[in-house]
């Protein structure tokens, strides 16, 4: 299984990111997806999640409002939109996979590699 996270890049206080992470060697149809977080110093925390057939979503509260989260099951990718960046919000992004809506928000099975994100103020 490989996740392969992109779209990182520094951006101004205020801006946006669209963050993706493609999947492959997993029936990624079956999966519910997520996405973490962990800044310099920081313990990995979650931000969002979305289940396997994309209905039903879950937000971080410090992040609710902000991020979006989708999945695009035809390229086998899913996507977080994050807008109104803050510079709290600078960390290495990580996507996640798991076949449990429940666990891919604590534990999940499968992890990519991160993307960072800097915000600049």
């Known amino acids: 299984v490989q996740l392969q996270a992109s779209g990182g890049g520094l951006v101004q206080a205020g801006g946006s990111l669209r963050l993706s992470c493609a999947a492959s060697g997993l029936a990624f149809g079956r999966y519910a997806m997520s996405w973490f977080r962990q800044a310099p110093g920081k313990e990995r925390e979650y931000v969002a999640a979305?289940?396997?057939?994309?209905?039903?979503?879950n937000y971080a509260d410090s992040v609710k409002g902000r991020f979006t989260i989708s999945r695009d099951d035809a390229q086998n990718t899913v996507h977080l939109q994050v807008n109104r960046l803050k510079p709290e919000d600078t960390a290495v992004y990580y996507c996640?996979?798991?076949?449990?809506?429940?666990?891919?928000?604590?534990?999940?099975?499968?992890w990519g590699q991160g993307t960072l994100v800097t915000v600049s103020s």
């Open positions: 979305i289940s396997w057939n994309g209905v039903t979503t």
């Open positions: 996640a996979a798991d076949l449990s809506v429940v666990a891919v928000r604590s534990s999940p099975r499968y």
